[in-house]
């Protein structure tokens, strides 16, 4: 259920966890532990793989946004019209969501978890246990580039955080992410540590080393548990999968 699950107790009372796609009741692409596409699953399989994860991490109200790889961060401390258990559920036509828009969700609510849907792209958590501030944000290619790590660590601070912890969770690597020359080329023009070659010698984007250069730039201390989406069997993988790809998440809680 978990490629990775730190424990509140071991972090400060902050929880981190990346799903992957075992222990779940969804089948074919989406098998088994299918947390986002409702469009190619079944509704009820949504909410029965939510309620094993929200059983195995000890949690009950989630907050998700509606992501469109931006760098909008929403502050889930307000009205709770975003924690409603399963709004997160049909969330993938457009305009019709019920969720915040935005690609980053930051809170400092004790009790309440945060997630965000990924199939290749980076997710990470954030946390400053001292201060019980916490966040994860989406960042796929546009979204790394136009700043969401940044803006989600500036919005963190607004609201008390200090010193950030992060977490990058699983995406695809690389080694793997083969882009055209160009879009390469702008992607290492803006974040040079981006460069990437793939395994076969073609032009690529390392996503995860971008990510980590931007937030250790910030003085955040930066954990990679970040296996590849695409080569790991266990995870979901939009360039792996196809169309029918299934979605994981990354989880952050605070317990206190
Ligand atoms: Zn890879």
């Not at 258990?85 to 049909?90: L, Q, R, V």
């Not at 803006?151 to 977490?167: C, D, F, I, K, Y």
Request: with cysteine.
């Amino acid at each position: 259920m978990f490629a990775t699950m730190i424990d509140p107790t071991d972090n400060g009372g902050i929880g981190v966890g990346f799903t992957d796609r075992l222990g779940g009741v969804s089948t074919g692409t989406t098998g088994q532990l299918n947390l986002g596409r409702s469009d190619i699953d079944e509704i009820d399989h949504l909410r029965q793989n939510m309620a094993l994860v929200r059983r195995a991490a000890r949690i009950t109200r989630i907050a998700a946004v509606h992501q469109v790889h931006g760098i909008d961060v929403h502050l889930a401390d307000g009205d709770g019209r975003d924690w409603s258990g399963d709004a997160w559920i049909g969330d993938g036509a457009p305009g019709k969501s019920r969720l915040p828009v935005a690609d980053a969700i930051v809170s400092t609510t004790p009790g309440l978890a945060l997630m965000i849907r990924v199939a290749d792209c980076v997710p990470v958590i954030f946390a400053d246990q001292e201060r019980g501030v916490f966040a994860a944000a989406h960042a796929g290619r546009l979204g790394l580039l136009a700043g969401v790590l940044p803006a989600t660590a500036q919005a963190m601070h607004e609201v008390g955080a200090r010193q950030l912890s992060a977490w990058i969770g699983p995406h695809i690597c690389g080694a793997c992410y083969e882009v055209p020359e160009q879009m390469a080329h702008d992607a290492a023009c803006q974040l040079p540590e981006t460069r990437a070659h793939t395994s076969w010698g073609t032009p690529a984007i390392d996503l995860g080393a971008g990510a980590a250069a931007q937030l250790q730039r910030l003085g955040v201390e930066v954990h990679r548990v970040d296996p590849c989406t695409f080569t790991t069997d266990t995870l979901f993988s939009h360039r792996g999968d196809g169309p029918g790809a299934g979605r994981q998440i990354g989880l952050v809680w605070s317990a206190r």
